[in-house]
């Protein structure tokens, strides 16, 4: 079975400054991995999704995400924070079957100072 | 928006009684998920369903159950509540019944058990 590690509970960084979320995931064959975000008392919105191809994505607000293999990590990163993105991370693993579904890490919660 | 409509918001109830949460997918999704948010636990996936059968089963209590009605929309229902069953469900919903599909959550019903 798949499963995350998101190893950082909390981040705060001045805005302006870049960002780097980790997460590690461990699953056996090559996963789809998400990052979601949760703005506080909104429900989950996917920033982006990795399913193969470029290592590098892109998705939405400018974040970005790596997949290295090797590291078993799915990294989330923005060059530049806004305080608007103050909010809680997930990173996600799920895999092509209709009977597994996502699995999330346990979030990070970023803050954004000025 | 997500499209995803979860009610109720917000519910208070007691040690012991039962209660009903729901939620109506995005028009034209045919799979509806049900996670549960708590702070040490994070969000666990509870159960999927897709177009009215059940898909995928997680660690979902015996005194829960779920079922997806001919309309699609879902029904989550709690029963001899203890203090521990306190937290956030979510219900997301996707086209498909892979998760190589987006999921779109609600904002989900917090419940409080007293």
């Known amino acids: 079975a798949q499963s995350v590690t998101q190893p950082d509970i909390h981040i705060t960084v001045s805005e302006g400054a870049s960002l780097e979320l980790r997460c590690n995931y461990s699953?056996?064959?090559?996963?789809?991995l998400f990052w979601y975000v949760q703005s506080p008392g909104q429900g989950l919105q996917l920033l982006l999704k990795y399913f193969s191809g470029d290592t590098l994505v892109q998705g939405i607000k400018g974040f970005e995400a790596e997949f290295k293999r090797s590291q078993s990590s799915f990294n989330l990163r923005k060059p530049s924070v806004h305080w608007s993105d103050a909010a809680e991370y997930f990173c996600a693993v799920g895999a092509y079957s209709g009977n597994t579904p996502l699995v999330f890490g346990k979030g990070t919660r970023l803050s954004v100072i000025a | 928006d997500s499209g995803v409509t979860q009610t109720p918001k917000h519910l208070i109830t007691a040690t012991g009684q039962r209660v009903t949460l729901r939620c109506s997918p995005r028009?034209?999704?045919?799979?509806v998920y049900w996670y549960q948010q708590s702070l040490d636990q994070g969000l666990q996936f509870l159960i999927q369903y897709y177009n009215g059968e059940e898909r995928a089963k997680g660690n979902i209590l015996e005194r829960f159950s779920a079922q997806q009605f001919p309309d699609l929309h879902s029904e989550l229902n709690l029963s001899s509540l203890e203090l521990g069953d306190s937290a956030l469900y979510f219900c997301?919903?996707?086209?498909?019944?892979?998760?190589?599909?987006?999921?779109?959550f609600g904002e989900g019903s917090r419940l409080t058990v007293l």
């Open positions: 028009s034209g999704d045919l799979s």
């Open positions: 699953y056996g064959a090559t996963p789809y």
């Open positions: 997301a919903s996707s086209a498909w019944d892979s998760v190589t599909g987006e999921l779109f």
